[in-house]
């Protein structure tokens, strides 16, 4: 692999990515989002005076988590549609054979993108995330205990879910790449809540969907460890009385969890290359 080539391609990806439509039709909701979340916020704070500190606690908890999954959401389906036109977009369209005839190699071209597409769904994580924390701080007075990790989480799910649209994208069209992969994130999440409702059921098989579902991919696993490093540590010791919520995560991540989503991440990318390798353009 030519190392000096994956620079270029991620730059140029980068920039492709700043035009297409996909990135307006995401900043609109994102903008959207903060404001209806600023609003929610102000209103949660009226409310204040009139609950204890757990029941705050545990109310700006739910809510703040409430609105990154939305922010994670809107990040998923943004990075899963810019990487599905990244390869077959370009196979169909004919600029892949254009750049395939130089001596570049189709390694360093994937590897380029895939660089690419994680500076851009990460840098999107960090933006909007800070500035919903500032908006929770300033109406609520509440920080996360540990934003930096929250946000690496959130990051980490993001880059999960583009590889998997990158390997699709070798393989399939780029409109079914977004959606077979944004299908897998949503039904993932709705598995971990059924896992999670199990845990709480003593339900040994219900619980072990949850746990198959966080294997297969990671997602679900990495979204849960966020919401666990941006929620009060008293407000999950509040709600253990009130049973299992979809908003709260009683535990953190084990770093082995996270160790398996590095390893999973790097199959499939490897897979991604493989199947582009043998593509013909």
Do not use: C
Not at 8 to 33: N, P
Not at 126 to 141: H, W
């Amino acid at each position: 692999m030519t190392l000096s080539t994956v620079p270029v391609i991620a730059g140029l990806t980068l920039k492709e990515a700043a035009r297409r439509k996909v990135l307006r039709s995401l900043a609109v909701l994102t903008v959207v989002l903060l404001a209806l979340s600023a609003w929610g916020f102000w209103r949660l704070s009226l409310e204040f005076g009139t609950l204890t500190s757990g029941e705050a606690k545990l109310a700006a908890s739910q809510v703040l988590n409430l609105v990154m999954f939305g922010l994670s959401l809107i990040a998923a389906l943004g990075t899963a549609f810019l990487a599905g036109p990244t390869v077959s977009g370009e196979i169909e369209s004919g600029v892949a054979l254009a750049i395939m005839t130089r001596p570049v190699r189709r390694s360093s071209v994937l590897a380029g993108k895939w660089l690419g597409l994680v500076a851009f769904g990460s840098g999107y994580i960090v933006i909007t995330g800070l500035a919903q924390f500032v908006i929770v701080k300033a109406t609520l007075d509440y920080w996360p205990p540990h934003p930096i990790t929250g946000l690496l989480m959130l990051a980490g799910q993001t880059t999960v879910l583009l590889t998997l649209g990158l390997l699709l994208s070798t393989v399939i069209s780029p409109m079914a790449s977004g959606i077979v992969s944004v299908g897998l994130f949503g039904a993932t999440w709705i598995a971990g809540v059924v896992g999670q409702v199990g845990d709480e059921l003593g339900n040994a098989g219900m619980a072990q969907v949850g746990t198959v579902s966080r294997m297969i991919l990671p997602t679900d696993g990495l979204w849960r460890g966020a919401m666990n490093a941006f929620q009060d540590p008293g407000a999950v010791q509040f709600a253990a009385s009130f049973g299992a919520s979809p908003f709260l995560s009683m535990v953190p991540t084990p770093p082995a969890y996270v160790g398996w989503a590095v390893i999973w991440g790097a199959l499939i990318l490897g897979l991604a290359a493989l199947s582009f390798q043998r593509r013909d353009l």
